[in-house]
């Protein structure tokens, strides 16, 4: 990358929301800017503008609801699916972990190991559950306020 040269970006540094109408199908953007996002990795210096592109996908819809609440208990939930993948016989396990009734962290993936039961498979979830509920009570527990109780 020592090597490279700017390139001027073919857009308004500055846009507004205004400029965008709502009588773009949604569905077909989004796929649009999918395979905006795919070109990008073989051409770098389009990466800013569909970055742009990106922060207009409408997902006034779709989100994480942040409730206010005075509840900042840690609560973690876990699953797994043993042999999910019949190809290599991996299991996918995933966690979710509230602070009082909101969301703050998730995570789903394939297990990097084979699972000999579905009590195995469990297990294996559930640690990962609690190493990130350990790291999210000890992110908590460094914040001093007095609503916190640890």
């Not at 395979?35 to 503008?49: D, E, H, S």
């Not at 996918?92 to 394939?110: D, E, R």
């Amino acid at each position: 990358m020592d090597t490279c040269k700017p390139v001027s970006t073919p857009l308004l540094v500055s846009t507004s929301s205004q400029n965008i109408t709502s009588s773009v199908d949604p569905i077909e953007f989004r796929s649009i800017v999918g395979a905006l996002q795919y070109v990008t990795l073989t051409r770098p210096n389009l990466a800013f503008a569909v970055n742009k592109v990106c922060q207009y996908m409408g997902t006034l819809n779709h989100g994480l609801l942040i409730q206010q609440s005075s509840n900042f208990s840690l609560s973690a939930f876990s699953d797994a699916d043993w042999v999910g993948f019949i190809e290599d016989r991996r299991s996918t396990s995933g966690y979710l972990i509230y602070l009082g009734p909101n969301l703050i962290s998730w995570n789903s993936k394939k297990q990097p190991t084979v699972s000999r039961s579905s009590t195995e498979a469990k297990y294996k979830a559930l640690a990962n559950a609690t190493s990130e509920l350990s790291m999210a009570h000890l992110s908590f527990a460094g914040i001093k306020t007095s609503t916190f109780s640890t």
